[in-house]
């Protein structure tokens, strides 16, 4: 999409938080970053180390503090 997928923008344009967000399989991070923007404190995790290099160039050039980005299987945080 390129964009934040709609369901989330509908879901927490009404919203500002205080509690924690995870984003599994976050991509380019499009989700996770309008989250971030709307004051959640929020994880990002992919499998992918390309995409998780790139939501954190992104997040260091655009000085977001509330978000953070594991590479990690998170299938395997279920067992």
Do not use: M, Q, R
Request: glycine share 8%; with cysteine; aromatic share 12%.
């Amino acid at each position: 999409l390129n964009s934040p997928s709609p369901d989330f923008v509908s879901y927490f344009n009404n919203k500002e938080g205080k509690e924690s967000v995870c984003v599994l399989g976050c991509g380019k991070g499009h989700d996770a970053f309008h989250v971030a923007t709307k004051g959640y404190k929020v994880y990002g995790l992919d499998f992918s180390e390309s995409a998780i290099n790139s939501c954190n160039e992104k997040k260091k050039a655009e000085k977001i503090e509330n978000i953070e980005f594991v590479e990690c299987d998170f299938f395997n945080l279920i067992n």
